[in-house]
């Protein structure tokens, strides 16, 4: 026998809608009314965007680094301001919330792999040009006055 069609709740139907609706019931201590698995599963998101977040960031500083260190007659005050931009938003997210202040370095392997590959592209030099290990250290990528030079 085919199991019955579940009938689709709020969640399913408007999730913004959703969204007003559970933070009024936990505001209101209403506990009968929380999607409580909706409600953890939601939650659990917002701790992966910080990090999707952090990830995005530090891969564009660490293109805009390269650039800078492997182009130095193509330095620009747009790239200085990228870099600029995503070190501030970088310290502005881990003041935020300090849990995630060993998470750059963590995946900073990662991130680089990924930004190699990204500035060979916006770049126009080979993948090869660039080191196969991040050339700089976590501390000098979040340092406000750290500019690479020329290697």
């Given at each position: 026998?085919?199991?019955p069609?579940?009938k689709?709740?709020?969640?399913?139907t408007?999730?913004?809608?959703w969204?007003l609706d559970?933070?009024?019931?936990?505001?209101?201590?209403?506990?009968?009314?929380?999607?409580?698995?909706?409600?953890?599963?939601e939650?659990?998101?917002?701790?992966?965007?910080?990090?999707?977040e952090?990830e995005?960031?530090?891969?564009?500083?660490?293109i805009?680094?390269?650039?800078?260190r492997?182009?130095p007659?193509?330095?620009?005050?747009?790239?200085?301001?990228t870099i600029?931009?995503q070190?501030?938003?970088?310290g502005?997210?881990?003041r935020?919330?300090?849990?995630?202040?060993?998470?750059p370095?963590a995946?900073?392997?990662?991130e680089?792999a990924?930004?190699?590959?990204?500035?060979?592209?916006?770049?126009?030099?080979?993948?090869?040009?660039f080191?196969p290990?991040c050339?700089?250290?976590?501390?000098?990528?979040?340092?406000?006055?750290?500019?690479?030079?020329?290697?």
């Open positions: 026998m085919a199991e069609l579940k689709p709740t709020l969640y399913d408007d999730f913004h809608a969204t559970q933070a009024a019931k936990l505001r209101a201590r209403a506990h009968n009314g929380i999607d409580w698995d909706h409600a953890a599963e939650i659990e998101s917002l701790g992966h965007s910080e990090e999707s952090l995005s960031r530090l891969s564009v500083l660490v805009h680094l390269l650039k800078w492997f182009q007659d193509e330095r620009s005050g747009s790239w200085k301001g600029i931009e070190r501030y938003r970088i502005r997210r881990m935020r919330s300090p849990s995630l202040k060993s998470y370095r995946i900073l392997a990662e680089y990924y930004a190699r590959q990204k500035a060979a592209l916006e770049t126009g030099l080979a993948e090869s040009a080191p290990a050339p700089f250290a976590i501390e000098e990528i979040l340092d406000p006055d750290f500019y690479p030079e020329a290697g």
